[in-house]
Every structure is written in C-alpha cells, then in structure tokens.
C-alpha cells in the first residue's frame, strides 16, 4: 500500500503567531565645522614666555564651544622652547566629546603648501580623541619650529593665519515611522438602498441604428 505524500505545509508550525518584523540603524558621523585665527603682530606676541598663549575667540561646532590656543614661546620648556605650540581646547562643559581636527597653518606665498595636521586623511588606530572635560585640549607642542617659521612663507608682514577644522562625532539611530491612513466605514449597502429608492442612474439604454 503506498502511503500519502506528506505536504510541505506540516513543517509550518499551526501554533505560531505571525509577527510584526522592525528595523532600526545606527548612524554614526561627524558635524564639521571650521575657524580661521589671524595673528597680527607676531614678532610682538613673541617673547611672551614659556606657557604663555594668545588665544582665538571661542567658535561652536557640533554644539560645543571650542578655542584655538598659541604659544609663541611653547607650551612648556622641557621639550618645546624652541617651538611654537598649537593647541585647540574645548571651552564649554561637555564630558567624552569624541572628535576629529585638523589644524593648518596657511601658506601666504599663494603656492599652497600649507603645513597640515590632520585626523580627517588618515586611518585612526584608536579613533577620534576623546576630550573628557571642559578645558581638555588636543594639539602640538612642537608644531613648527620658531627659527624656522620666521623666514618662512608662513609668515608674511608679521602675521600669521591658522585655519582649524573639527568635526564632532555624533551618533543617533534612525528607526523607520509607521504611517497610519484611517480608512472610513463603508457605505455601499446605504448607497444601494439609495438607488432602488430613486432609481437615478440605476438603468441604461444603448440606441443602436434607431433600435
């Protein structure tokens, strides 16, 4: 006797409830933003001394104060006396302000070989900086040296210009929005008593060659 062919529908469980399936993403990327810092008056900011800074006016990015911090004379004398330091500080509260800069320091000749310290062009073995407080900085002590950048292009009728970049990471989750059309209760059973009752449109002629 040869036994019925089981259907493919006994692998699907009668018990199992049909469930609704959802998506999110978690979307991770920086919000960019940049300052220009003209120094007017280098060779008078010079010989301000050892840890001594002339410093930008605070700039936002991302949501948070920044301020860009020079020192002629280095940030400290053990290893950058000889050096003029950069330095860019966040200086508005914030605590794990994970973030990416670059600093620049422009070219005055017109040929575009600015001196450039970058995150952004570049892979990061341990990731954006992480600031953890307010007055946190990321920079270089030794970011030019002094001797060098007085007889450079970089300096031109005693001024000089840095440009500084960040970019703020900033992640949030995009999760998408079910949009509820309300649908109204049909009417078709009241609109048929409506045409027996009147009889308009219930009925129609086709006049063919007069017949």
């Known amino acids: 006797m040869t036994r019925p062919s089981r ?7 009668p018990d199992r409830i049909e469930s609704q399936t959802t998506t999110s993403r978690s979307v991770t990327q920086t919000l ?12 008078l900011a ?10 930008s006016d605070s700039f ?3 949501g ?26 966040l200086a508005s509260d914030g605590t794990e302000v994970r973030a990416l800069f670059e600093l620049a ?28 407080y307010k007055g946190s900085m990321w920079g270089y002590k030794r970011f030019f040296r ?26 949030e989750i995009h999760c998408p929005r079910l949009h509820s059309i309300h649908v109204p209760d049909s009417e078709l ?12 449109g219930s009925d129609v002629e086709f006049d063919i060659a007069g017949e």
């Open 146 to 171: 002094r001797s060098l950048l007085e007889t450079s292009d970089y300096l031109k009728d005693d001024c000089l210009i840095i440009n500084c970049t960040i970019g703020v990471v900033s992640s």
């Open 60 to 62: 936002s990015v991302g």
């Open 64 to 89: 948070y104060k920044w301020t860009i911090f020079v020192y002629p004379d280095g940030k400290n004398s053990e290893d950058s006396s000889s050096y003029v330091s950069v330095f860019v500080a």
């Open 189 to 200: 059973g009241s609109d048929f008593g409506n045409l027996l009752d009147t009889l308009e």
């Open 46 to 55: 010079k010989g301000i001394g050892v840890g001594k800074h002339v410093a």
């Open 32 to 43: 960019n933003g940049s300052h220009q810092f003209v120094i007017q008056g280098y060779s």
């Open 7 to 13: 259907s493919s529908s006994s692998n699907t469980n």
């Open 105 to 132: 320091l422009v070219d005055q000749s017109g040929k575009g070989n600015h001196k450039v310290h970058s995150h952004f062009d570049r892979s990061l073995d341990g990731g954006p900086y992480t600031l953890k």
